[in-house]
C-alpha cells in the first residue's frame, strides 16, 4: 500500500514563503503524475499544481507565477514552493499520487496566510 505523507505547512504573513514536501513510502517515478490540491473552508478541493512523470508542469491561474512544483525522483519526494503568499491562499493542502490503477492521497497539511 502507497502512502504519501505532506509537511511544511505553518502560519506565515502575507508575502512570505513555504516550502511543502510530499514523501512517497515508493517509488514516485512509477506515479504518471503527482499533484498538489488545496481545500479551504467551506469549498471544494481544488488542483493547485502538477507534474507529470516527464516533469510537464501545470498551474491554477491564481497561482501561476507564485508557486512552483517539483519532484525529486531519488529522494521519493514531491514539493510546492510556495512565494508571495497571500491570505488566500490559506487552506489544507492535499498530495495526490496517480498511479496506474490508483490515486493516493495524503492526509493535508494546513496553510494559514495572515494579512
Known amino acids: 500500500q502507497v502512502q504519501v505523507v505532506e509537511s511544511g505547512g505553518g502560519l506565515v504573513q502575507a508575502g512570505g514563503s513555504l516550502r511543502l514536501s510530499c514523501a512517497a513510502s515508493?517509488?514516485?517515478?512509477?506515479?504518471?503524475?503527482m499533484g498538489w490540491y488545496r481545500q479551504a473552508p467551506g469549498k471544494q478541493r481544488v488542483l493547485v499544481a502538477a507534474i507529470t512523470n516527464g516533469g510537464n508542469t501545470g498551474y491554477a491561474d491564481s497561482v501561476k507565477g507564485r508557486f512552483t512544483i517539483s519532484r525529486d525522483n531519488a529522494k521519493n519526494t514531491l514539493y510546492l514552493q510556495m512565494d508571495s503568499l497571500k491570505p488566500e491562499d490559506t487552506a489544507v493542502y492535499y498530495c495526490k499520487a496517480t498511479g496506474v490503477l490508483f490515486e493516493y492521497w495524503g492526509q493535508g497539511t494546513q496553510v494559514t496566510v495572515s494579512s
Open positions: 515508493g517509488s514516485i517515478s512509477s506515479f504518471r503524475a
